[in-house]
């Protein structure tokens, strides 16, 4: 039986960029996938990346994300293309105007290029916006946006040149622990051992953690873009842009506009429906669930209205939290069973920094940014399956205005006091 340090399960851009980060700091590593690599959910992202996020410490990790993907091509050796045109956040309601204006000076705070600017200033930036309704508007200089296969492809390219091993179309169906302890993967090509075993099974998080025992309370939730024809007025030059209580996004993308969001009613993906040979390119997409949300914004994009030729509509699985924090660190119970998700639907952008935060966890047992926030112990109590459905579809559905941290999260055992 092949031996490795460490088998990471999964490589889309968590499992890609951790696989990366851990070949680097000289550990044989093995990349496993069910499927093609990089060829499920983080393939059909829409690839935005910015600075701001909810919280101080994921606003941190998200810059030094961008950072990361600025020098991506110094270094991992792969080619990387990206636009730098900004991004900028639109609100309606006067409750999202404060948010905006709350974002903006942590962004100050934290040293980030972070501006009011006028809403007429964003129509300058943006012509597709027009201001009717538009009470703020946040800009963001230096966020960015980018075909996003080109993250975990290029980590796991750059992974095998630094030796670690990509072993594609084969599948983890049992996870081996022996005295409290993660030892080897039983695969349908074989079995591997490894000291320390990686779960980053994205929408199959959960499904892969409980081969082991271990709890990975996500919940997969179907999540879809269109994009356009081209139209004559796109330049790659113009913002990413956001409606805050609308929840959705609009960016330039092959001549045309890319529009996604977040419905109000969304669908998850329990664990019925998502069986372990399920792919990405099985997943039932619905066209009107996207032009429920152009209509919401038909006064600020009248442009989805009048032109409704695409050339793409794809989706994928990320993966909610009851709290909306990702899920980063060993599991409570199984040794050696370190768990990277619970993507929150920003797992693809801020991957570079938690690849790497991940790799020093297991080579060091600590990081240099703070992911305490992440860590999978803090579920060690179990959550109700019923509060982990509803409370991470209330998170997808209010998902720019969603405030992390509150409510509380219950633990089981307090549910049933
Ligand atoms: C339409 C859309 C737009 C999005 N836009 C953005 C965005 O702009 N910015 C952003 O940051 N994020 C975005 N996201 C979210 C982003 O795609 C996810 O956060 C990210 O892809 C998660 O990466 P991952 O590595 O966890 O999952 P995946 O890319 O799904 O990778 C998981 C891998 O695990 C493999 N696997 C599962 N089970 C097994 C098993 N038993 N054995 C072996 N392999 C297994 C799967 O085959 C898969 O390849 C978007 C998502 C969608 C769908």
Same mark, same amino acid.
């Given at each position: ?26 550990r044989? /590593? ?27 410490a ?13 020098? #991506? ?16 956040s639109?609100?309606?309601?006067? %409750?999202?105007?404060? $948010? ?14 972070a501006e009011?600017?006028s ?12 201001? =009717? ?10 966020? $960015? ?6 993250? !975990? ?11 670690a ?64 024809? !081209?139209?004559?007025?796109? =330049? ?11 929840n959705?996004? /609009? ?7 890319? @529009? ?10 329990d664990?019925? =429906?998502?069986?372990?040979? #399920?792919?990405? %390119?099985? $997943? ?13 914004? =038909?006064?600020? @994009? !009248?442009? @989805?209205?009048?032109? $409704? ?8 699985l ?5 709290? *909306? ?10 040794? *050696? ?12 952008? /801020? ?8 790799s020093?966890?297991?080579?060091? *047992? ?5 992911i ?5 112990s803090? @579920? ?6 019923? %509060? ?9 559905a ?10 509380? /999260? ?8």
């Open positions: 039986m092949e031996r490795f340090d460490v088998i990471v399960i999964g490589s889309g851009a968590l499992g890609s960029s951790t696989a990366f980060h851990l070949a680097r700091l000289g044989k /590593v093995a990349l496993l996938d069910k499927s093609d690599i990089a060829s499920q959910t983080s393939a059909r992202a829409a690839g935005l990346s910015g600075h701001l996020r909810q919280t101080e994921m606003t941190k990790l998200s810059t030094y994300a961008v950072g990361k993907i600025e020098r #991506f091509s110094d270094e991992t050796g792969e080619p990387i293309e990206f636009y730098q045109p900004g991004s900028m639109c609100a309606r309601r006067p %409750e999202d105007a404060a $948010l905006i204006r709350e974002r903006v000076a942590m962004g100050e705070r934290l040293g980030i290029s009011l600017i809403p007429e200033e964003a129509r300058a930036r943006n012509p597709f916006l027009e201001t =009717k309704g538009i009470l703020a508007v946040s800009y963001m200089k230096r966020d $960015l946006y980018l075909e996003p296969v080109q993250l !975990p492809r290029g980590y796991a390219r750059a992974a095998a040149k630094l030796g091993t990509l072993i594609a179309n084969t599948r983890v169906i049992e996870i081996v622990v022996e005295n409290g302890a993660a030892t080897r993967v039983v695969t349908d090509r074989g079995e591997f051992a490894a000291g320390t075993i990686v779960d980053a099974a994205g929408g199959w998080l959960r499904l892969v953690a409980a081969l082991a025992g271990a709890q990975a309370p996500v919940v997969p939730m179907r999540h879809q873009l269109m994009i356009t024809t !081209p139209l004559a007025a796109v =330049k790659s030059s113009q913002p990413v842009t956001r409606i805050l209580d609308a959705v996004y /609009v960016r330039p993308d092959r001549g045309g506009l890319m @529009f996604g969001g977040y419905e109000r009613d969304p669908m998850p993906y664990r019925d =429906k998502l069986a372990s040979d #399920f792919k990405i %390119e099985d $997943l039932e997409l619905d066209l009107t669930v996207l032009r429920r949300l152009t209509d919401s914004v =038909k006064d600020q @994009f !009248p442009i @989805f209205q009048e032109h $409704l030729d695409l050339q793409v509509h794809r989706g994928g990320p993966t909610m939290t009851v709290d *909306g924090e990702h899920i980063v660190g060993e599991t409570p119970g199984v040794r *050696g069973l370190y768990v990277i998700g619970g993507c929150n639907v920003g797992g693809l952008s /801020v991957s570079p920094a938690l690849g790497e935060m991940l020093e966890l297991i080579t060091t *047992g600590e990081t240099s940014l703070d305490s926030r992440m860590s999978p803090r @579920f060690a109590a179990g959550i109700p399956e019923q %509060e982990l459905q509803e409370r991470c579809r209330e998170r997808y209010k998902y720019y205005t969603f405030r992390i941290g509150q409510p509380p /999260v219950r633990s089981a055992a307090a549910a049933s006091a």
